[in-house]
């Protein structure tokens, strides 16, 4: 019966309407359905339909959660891309985060990526201290290269990964050198 609906949603020829039957049976499908219906998903052509039956089926993808994170970073408009990672965030596997971190870091509007990397923040804190540190010091290197005003709001976004690396004194120790920084300036 589910596969008759499966495939009745992926003959509707409105792609907002197949997001949304997509979406609708989502909870509903057994995992055997599942990449079925996120191959179905990756054919919507318009990004934020795409992103919208992504976000739906990311709850119960987590044998395909490598897909879906391939499937999302293709994404071209930066909204829908940050709300695709977003929407897989909490549900990715260590091994992908810092995949899913660098797609978050090529959005280039400010308030996209923020979306996108306050989504991944507490999911990167339990990450192993090691490959953290790794991810942390390029995101750190690259956020450096952007204005002021979207490093400091990388940062902001980010402190579960530095209270994660340091604890109460990393980040007093970003707050004292943004202080040292913003004096430079006045």
């Not at 959660?65 to 897989?88: F, M």
């Not at 090529?106 to 996108?116: F, L, P």
């Not at 902001?156 to 050198?177: Q, R, T, W, Y």
Request: aromatic share 4%.
């Amino acid at each position: 019966m589910l596969s008759d609906a499966l495939a009745a949603a992926k003959q509707i020829q409105d792609e907002s309407e197949r997001a949304k039957a997509l979406s609708a049976l989502a909870d509903k499908l057994p995992p055997e359905l599942l990449s079925d219906a996120l191959a179905a998903a990756k054919q919507i052509q318009d990004e934020s339909n795409r992103a919208n039956a992504l976000s739906a089926l990311a709850d119960k993808l987590p044998e395909l959660l490598s897909d879906a994170l391939a499937t999302a970073k293709q994404i071209q408009h930066e909204y829908y891309r940050a709300k695709a990672l977003s929407a897989l965030a909490n549900k990715l596997p260590p091994e992908l985060l810092s995949d899913a971190l660098a797609a978050a870091k090529q959005i280039q509007d400010e308030y996209n990526r923020a979306n996108a990397l306050s989504a991944l923040a507490i999911p990167l804190s339990t990450m192993p201290t090691d490959l953290l540190f790794s991810c942390w010091k390029q995101t750190l290197d690259e956020s450096s290269l952007r204005t002021r005003q979207n490093l400091l709001t990388d940062i902001e976004k980010l402190v579960p990964v530095i209270f994660a690396l340091g604890s109460d004194a990393a980040i007093a120790s970003v707050n004292c050198a943004i202080q040292k920084v913003a004096q430079w300036w006045h």
